[in-house]
């Protein structure tokens, strides 16, 4: 196991709706990572979070917001929910400024389905 | 064009056999490269990073051609748990491109 926690494990909600999802960090590292993953693609890049800033966004729109706290742990908000935001979202964690600072550590996921 | 591009699969092998997925990435200044493998309803789990130099883990090995920019990964006399869908990943500027996986089926 990774040691990257995430809850809940399961969310339906419907459209227009908002969403808190949430990541705890393996012990020791120090930045997070969120991805969403459609049924049959890969997951795709959503942001990520080192020392409780934004460290790079993917292509997707401000209604997908974040945070990280003191202790590095992460929460992904989507507001005004839609359709297509139905999928699994992972968060990763890992250690920037190390020499292993590019390898990331998936938590089991969040699967969300709105209606 | 997508960041990185994958062969869906699947690939159908029996058991023993040696199997190869190749990866193509878009951006000449991606800075690492990793193949993860990810069971069906599962997360993602690293399988490694893929350096310039090539680099082997058991029956497994990873190439970084950045010249022609793709990566590679060879596994060898393969098992039934090798069963499994496999993501390669590109990083440029610290945002993760993962492909859209290859598919592998092991067959006794």
């Given at each position: 196991?990774?040691?990257?926690?995430?809850?809940?494990?399961?969310?339906?909600?419907?459209?227009?709706?908002?969403?808190?999802?949430?990541?705890?960090?393996?012990?020791?590292?120090?930045?997070?990572?969120?991805?969403?993953?459609?049924?049959?693609?890969?997951?795709?890049?959503?942001?990520?979070?080192?020392?409780?800033?934004?460290?790079?966004?993917?292509?997707?729109?401000?209604?997908?917001?974040?945070?990280?706290?003191?202790?590095?742990?992460?929460?992904?908000?989507?507001?005004?929910?839609?359709?297509?935001?139905?999928?699994?979202?992972?968060?990763?964690s890992s250690l920037v400024?190390?020499?292993?600072?590019?390898?990331?550590?998936?938590?089991?996921?969040?699967?969300?389905?709105?209606? | 064009?997508?960041?990185?591009?994958?062969?869906?699969?699947?690939?159908?092998?029996?058991?023993?056999?040696?199997?190869?997925?190749?990866?193509?990435?878009?951006?000449?200044?991606?800075?690492?490269?990793?193949?993860?493998?990810?069971?069906?309803?599962?997360?993602?789990?690293?399988l490694m990073s893929v350096?310039?130099?090539?680099?082997?883990?058991?029956?497994?090995?990873?190439?970084?051609?950045?010249?022609?920019?793709?990566?590679?990964?060879?596994?060898?006399?393969?098992?039934?748990?090798?069963?499994?869908?496999?993501?390669?990943?590109?990083?440029?500027?610290?945002?993760?491109?993962?492909?859209?996986?290859?598919?592998?089926?092991?067959?006794?």
């Amino acid at each position: 196991e990774t040691g990257v926690t995430q809850s809940p494990t399961h969310l339906i909600k419907t459209r227009g709706q908002q969403v808190t999802l949430r990541c705890s960090s393996q012990s020791g590292h120090n930045t997070v990572s969120w991805y969403q993953q459609a049924l049959g693609q890969g997951p795709q890049f959503i942001f990520q979070y080192y020392r409780e800033e934004e460290n790079g966004r993917g292509n997707f729109p401000p209604r997908f917001s974040g945070l990280q706290f003191p202790n590095y742990s992460s929460e992904l908000n989507v507001n005004a929910l839609e359709l297509d935001d139905s999928a699994l979202y992972l968060c990763a964690s890992s250690l920037v400024g190390t020499s292993l600072g590019d390898t990331q550590y998936f938590g089991p996921g969040t699967r969300l389905t709105v209606l | 064009r997508k960041e990185v591009e994958q062969d869906p699969g699947p690939f159908n092998v029996p058991e023993g056999a040696t199997v190869a997925f190749n990866c193509t990435y878009s951006n000449s200044a991606s800075q690492s490269f990793f193949w993860y493998r990810q069971d069906c309803r599962k997360e993602p789990k690293l399988l490694m990073s893929v350096y310039s130099s090539g680099n082997e883990d058991g029956r497994f090995t990873a190439q970084l051609n950045r010249a022609s920019q793709y990566i590679s990964l060879l596994i060898r006399d393969s098992k039934l748990s090798d069963s499994a869908t496999y993501l390669c990943v590109v990083n440029n500027r610290r945002k993760f491109y993962f492909g859209s996986g290859t598919k592998l089926n092991v067959k006794p």
